[in-house]
């Protein structure tokens, strides 16, 4: 008899997903969660809070950045934020080359300060790896995910535009804000110089209308604080804290034990399945098996390669279902470390009011109906558009805010395009156990390998060059090539390792997301993606996600294991 009918491992973004379709159809779950629990609104301690309301006013003291190195270079580690985020002394692993692991282990997991982007793939996205001949096939298709991004969507809440683009479908969204003058611009002098490329608004995982699905969940309309990375007391904007975890609970289905390390996945040799989850507490280090039928592997990409890296059975002693040595191989990210700022002379009398909650967009234009440059894939491009000002006044009150709508107080208008660049799965990308290097848990720490390659350097080329091609159509000045040298994984997009295909011989899991060898575990985050694409992706393992989870509530029911 086991303990619960299906277990998940890890709190965050894509397990509170299995979470929902579960307990949503009866199914008596325990997630597991290496981290403390974060309730939505009590454990937000600095959602209220006002720069002068914070020691240091939200910056970072010197001595906690230089015991930090790898999670100060996050754009979202502050003052306000540090208790979301793993210390780097805390949660040690190895970087045979050097690699910004950005990781947040509490309920809730990185939905609590991501960054909110949601695009859709499309199937120049899915069939990517066999029209241009890398990875391995998608075992899927767009059909076969778009109901399930229009469930989450609809959930979850989008704010976005109807575009009617091929490469960037529509999905479900909620009212559009608007964009600023300059990307109002850009949006025109892309559409009159080029055929091949759109700018839009990107769409974003914000509530700027509150529907009735909204409402159930306890949710209220974005106040547009852009204080979202401290938890929203609104519930604002998707996470899991606000959002599918509390809608499982309310179920009664959905045991959630925080503190509980999964140590590995148990396989039983002779049932030719896995049976339970070895999970060492996370204060005590007491050691406690818990047994499903079915096993969900959630724990964020490099958590779900190493967990299943580290379940060693006699069946399969270099990790669960790893008959063709592929676990841990192929892993991407997104190449963010192009960039290319300028000044928009124009439009010195326009500022904006209010804080956007989406930026430009430009989806991919490279290699999309045809393979036509020297490198393969291509970029999306994020584009921010701001003018900042600086206000030295004694004022206080109304005549505050006059100064600081006074134009003399405004810099020009300053535009930065991002590279969202796709990077190409490699066997030599790969993640595996340090043979001598333990965690405080007696895990074999994760060793990383992961790099940039030449075909990274081309697109970032191209990209330079497409930037300043645009800049200079649209009249700004002071254009300049930025490459940040940043390592990867500060893109904080890392996937695969446990790969999707048709094949048991050179993949891990089938079009269900099930183990190829070991078909009642089950991975859906980010550990899955054959190829990367450009877009944001935590959609996509949202949907992946609960398509996943709905499949074995079905498998479920014809076995008759649910009433
Ligand atoms: C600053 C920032 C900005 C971002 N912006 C965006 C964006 O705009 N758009 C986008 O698409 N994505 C964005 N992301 C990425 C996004 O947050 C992740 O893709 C998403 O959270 C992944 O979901 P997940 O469930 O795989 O992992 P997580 O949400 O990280 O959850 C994994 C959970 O598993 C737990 N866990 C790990 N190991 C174990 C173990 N051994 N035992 C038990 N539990 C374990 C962790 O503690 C964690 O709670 C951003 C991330 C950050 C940090």
Same mark, same amino acid.
């Given at each position: ?81 540090? %208790? ?21 282990? &509490?309920?809730?997991?990185? *939905? ?9 793939? *499309?199937?120049?996205?899915?069939? @990517? ?35 009617? #683009? ?34 839009? %608004? ?12 909204? $409402? ?6 974005? &106040? ?14 998707? +996470?899991?804290? !606000? ?8 179920? @009664? ?28 507490? !996370? ?7 818990? +047994? ?11 958590? /779900? ?117 796709? /990077? ?33 350097? #081309? ?21 300049? $090539? ?7 994984? #500060?893109?904080? %997009?890392?996937? @695969? @390792? ?18 190829? #060898? ?14 990367? *694409? /450009?877009?944001?992706? *935590? ?25």
């Amino acid at each position: 008899m086991s303990d619960f009918q299906a277990i998940i491992i890890g709190g965050g973004m894509s397990g509170s997903w299995v979470a929902k379709v579960l307990c949503d159809a009866g199914v008596q779950t325990l997630m597991l969660e290496r981290g403390p629990e974060v309730e939505h609104r009590n454990d937000y301690p600095t959602m209220f809070k006002h720069p002068w309301d914070l020691e240091h006013r939200g910056r970072v003291p010197a001595e906690v950045q230089a015991a930090n190195p790898v999670i100060s270079r996050c754009y979202a580690f502050g003052e306000a934020t540090e %208790h979301f985020f793993v210390k780097d002394t805390e949660h040690p692993y190895v970087q045979e080359k050097p690699f910004d692991w950005i990781r947040g282990y &509490q309920v809730g997991g990185k *939905s609590l300060m991501w960054a909110r982007q949601v695009q859709r793939w *499309s199937d120049f996205d899915f069939n @990517g790896p066999r029209r241009d001949n890398f990875a391995v096939d998608w075992p899927i298709r767009y059909a076969d995910i778009k109901e399930w991004y229009n469930q989450v969507e609809e959930f979850i809440g989008v704010t976005g535009r109807q575009n009617g #683009l091929e490469e960037l479908p529509d999905g479900i969204f909620l009212r559009a804000t608007g964009m600023s003058c300059v990307d109002d611009y850009l949006q025109q002098i892309v559409k009159e110089n080029y055929t091949d490329r759109h700018y839009i %608004h990107s769409r974003a995982a914000h509530l700027t209308e509150v529907k009735d699905i909204h $409402r159930k969940q306890g949710r209220g309309q974005c &106040q547009h604080r852009l204080l979202c990375e401290r938890g929203c007391p609104f519930g604002g904007y998707f +996470s899991a804290n !606000a959002s599918t975890i509390p809608w499982a609970k309310r179920t @009664g289905n959905l045991t959630l034990k925080p503190h509980s390390v999964v140590h590995s996945i148990i396989y039983d040799d002779k049932l030719g399945k896995a049976t339970g989850v070895r999970v060492i507490d !996370a204060n005590t280090k007491e050691e406690q098996i818990y +047994s499903a039928p079915y096993i969900f592997v959630n724990a964020a990409t490099l958590n /779900t390669n190493h967990v299943l890296l580290n379940s060693k059975s006699e069946r399969f002693p270099n990790g669960l279902g790893n008959d063709n040595g592929l676990l841990g191989k192929y892993v991407a990210f997104h190449n963010y470390s192009a960039r290319v700022s300028a000044d928009c002379p124009k439009f010195q009398d326009k500022a904006m009011v209010g804080k956007s909650l989406a930026n430009g967009y430009m989806p991919r234009f490279r290699n999309l109906r045809a393979a036509d440059q020297t490198f393969k894939r291509g970029y999306a491009v994020a584009m921010y558009c701001s003018r900042y000002f600086d206000v030295d006044s004694e004022d206080i009150g109304e005549a505050l805010v006059a100064e600081y709508l006074k134009p003399k107080n405004y810099s020009g208008w300053k535009v930065s395009a991002l590279m969202m660049g796709e /990077t190409i799965p490699k066997a030599s990308n790969q993640v595996n156990l340090h043979p001598t290097e333990v965690d405080a848990w007696g895990i074999p720490q994760l060793n990383v390998s992961i790099d940039y390659d030449e075909n990274d350097r #081309l697109m970032m080329e191209d990209f330079y060059e497409q930037m300043e091609d645009l800049f200079s159509k649209a009249g700004f000045t002071n254009v300049n $090539r930025i490459d940040t040298e940043q390592a990867p994984g #500060l893109d904080i %997009h890392e996937m @695969g @390792g446990v790969r999707m295909g048709h094949d048991p011989a050179t993949s891990l899991l089938d079009k269900w997301n099930k183990m190829h #060898l070991c078909q009642n575990v089950i991975v859906s985050d980010g550990a899955c993606m054959t190829s990367m *694409s /450009t877009q944001n992706p *935590s959609l996509t393992f949202m949907a992946l996600s609960a398509r996943a989870a709905n499949h074995i509530v079905e498998e479920m029911k014809a076995n008759g294991e649910l009433g």
